[in-house]
């Protein structure tokens, strides 16, 4: 249901969004989300915005570098990603379900492929 795109090779301090395109009109009113798992490591939770773009929620990492918003007419979310850090890099997913609840991955039940966002430095 959920097609994550946008990803690439970037150097550190340029920008890059990326976009998650629902197919299903059914997410529009659940909580979505950015995850993503660097290379060795777990998988965390990066950004989540509720379906009437209210009430953004960042990482602390990312605060104040990265914006998430989502366009409901498109039935799609974005994570505009600014000032970019080699510890950026990582396969960023985007999640979202009826029990989806901010930071916590596993209260989601729908998860895109993954876009691979590479920062060199």
């Known amino acids: 249901q959920l097609q994550a795109s946008g990803g690439g090779l970037v150097q550190t301090g340029d920008s890059l969004r990326l976009s998650c395109a629902a197919s299903s009109r059914t997410v529009s009113r659940w909580l979505m989300g950015w995850f993503r798992q660097a290379p060795g490591k777990e998988r965390e939770f990066v950004a989540s915005?509720?379906?009437?773009?209210?009430?953004?929620y960042y990482a602390d990492s990312v605060k104040g570098r990265f914006t998430i918003s989502r366009d409901s007419g498109k039935n799609t979310m974005y994570l505009q990603m600014s000032n970019l850090e080699v510890e950026d890099t990582a396969v960023y997913y985007c999640?979202?379900?009826?029990?989806?609840?901010?930071?916590?991955?596993?209260?989601?039940?729908?998860w895109g492929q993954g876009t691979e966002v590479t920062v060199s430095s």
């Open positions: 915005v509720t379906w009437s773009n209210s009430s953004p």
């Open positions: 999640a979202t379900g009826p029990r989806a609840r901010v930071g916590d991955f596993s209260s989601y039940d729908y």
